[in-house]
């Protein structure tokens, strides 16, 4: 992998680390990361992005295959039920508020 140094958004200067990537409580392992000497700000490259990617599809926490989801009318409302699999996939039963904002003319976002 070629190790280029690029200036940190803070000013300061990136560095190369090995470290252990924990996202979403999954160890990916230990990899590559760019780290900021100024901010402590921590970059992952591509390489490093590719192997989080896949570990969090193997615990289906990425890119949850599509699934057909109804809308349901309630009043003027619409009310959406998502399938039991992205709900626990993403741990929103727990969660209860959100956003949500179109993204395009056939697309919504809901972010929480
Ligand atoms: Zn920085």
């Known amino acids: 992998m070629k190790k280029i140094n690029y200036p940190c958004p803070c000013g300061g200067r990136l560095k190369w680390k090995k470290e252990k990537i924990v996202r979403d409580e999954i160890d990916c392992g230990i990899l590559d990361i ?10 992952l490259p591509d390489e490093s992005l590719e192997i989080v990617e896949m570990k969090l599809k193997e615990n289906n ?16 409302s619409i ?6 699999k992205i709900t626990s996939a993403l741990g929103i039963n727990k969660i209860k508020k959100g956003y949500v904002y179109p993204e395009g003319k056939n697309k919504f976002v809901v972010e929480f």
């Open 34 to 43: 760019e780290y900021c000497e100024t901010c402590g700000e921590e970059y």
């Open 79 to 84: 009310v959406l039920r998502l399938p039991t």
């Open 61 to 76: 926490l990425w890119g949850v295959e599509r699934k057909e989801v109804q809308f349901w009318k309630s009043g003027k």
